[in-house]
């Protein structure tokens, strides 16, 4: 089976930085993925590990150590429009996609 | 069509009654998904195809069937719904089922059964 965790809420300021941890015990593991999705709308997709280390694209950053079964999402810089929920998915051995159930990050003013 | 499209947007629904979500996508993807997305729960797979006319179970498929006669099509038919089965639908396509293949998502269909 599988166990993916992350924090149900976070809340920032504008311009600061926040990590979004992921921690997951999978069946197998050919990939992590992280989408955002905002509020009544689709998910989309932000990045893609499967080597350990650090993915930088912009402001995000995402992070994988498969030895821990450990990922952060790193937003930096944070805009209003970063307000949605960050969702973490683990991709197993045949290939499915296992999601947790989701971090909604709040950005104040 | 540009992407991944759903319909309805929402339907309210009786219990009992019979009901295909439709799902179109226009990028010649091989495989396609169904999720349903709980509060609290995140997203969850009911069906997947990793190819026309092949389709597999995924975490949740009890009470839902599909059929994948080409590539651009993936309806999800809810037989005989159930209260339980309120919830937020999302169909997805992806190039094929490998490894790095990010999931593209359509906009979803609410549905409430009564």
């Known amino acids: 089976g599988q166990n993916i965790d992350q924090p149900t809420e976070m809340t920032a300021t504008e311009g600061a930085i926040v990590q979004i941890n992921c921690t997951y015990q999978?069946?197998?593991?050919?990939?992590l993925f992280w989408y955002q999705q905002h509020a009544g709308e689709a998910p989309t997709f932000l990045s893609y590990?499967?080597?350990?280390g650090l993915e930088e694209k912009g402001r995000f950053s995402s992070f994988l150590s498969r030895s821990k079964g450990y990922s952060y999402l790193l937003l930096k810089e944070l805009q209003m429009k970063d307000s949605a929920s960050y969702l973490c998915?683990?991709?197993?051995?045949?290939?499915?996609?296992?999601f947790g159930a989701g971090t909604t990050v709040t950005v104040r003013a | 069509i540009a992407g991944i499209t759903q319909a309805p947007t929402s339907q309210i629904l009786a219990a009992g009654r019979r009901m295909t979500l439709r799902c179109t996508q226009d990028?010649?993807?091989?495989?396609m998904y169904w999720y349903r997305q709980d509060l609290g729960l995140g997203l969850r797979l009911i069906h997947y195809?990793?190819?026309?006319?092949?389709?597999g179970k995924g975490e949740v498929p009890d009470g839902y069937s599909v059929s994948r006669a080409n590539t651009d099509d993936f309806p999800l038919t809810l037989a005989s719904a159930v209260p339980s089965q309120t919830s937020v639908y999302f169909c997805?396509?992806?190039?094929?089922?490998?490894?790095?293949?990010?999931?593209?998502f359509g906009p979803g269909t609410r549905l409430t059964v009564l």
């Open positions: 997805a396509s992806s190039d094929s089922a490998g490894s790095s293949n990010e999931q593209f």
């Open positions: 999978t069946s197998g593991f050919n990939g």
């Open positions: 590990n499967v080597l350990d």
């Open positions: 998915a683990v991709l197993s051995n045949d290939y499915k996609l296992s």
């Open positions: 990028m010649r993807h091989n495989a």
């Open positions: 195809s990793n190819t026309a006319g092949t389709t």
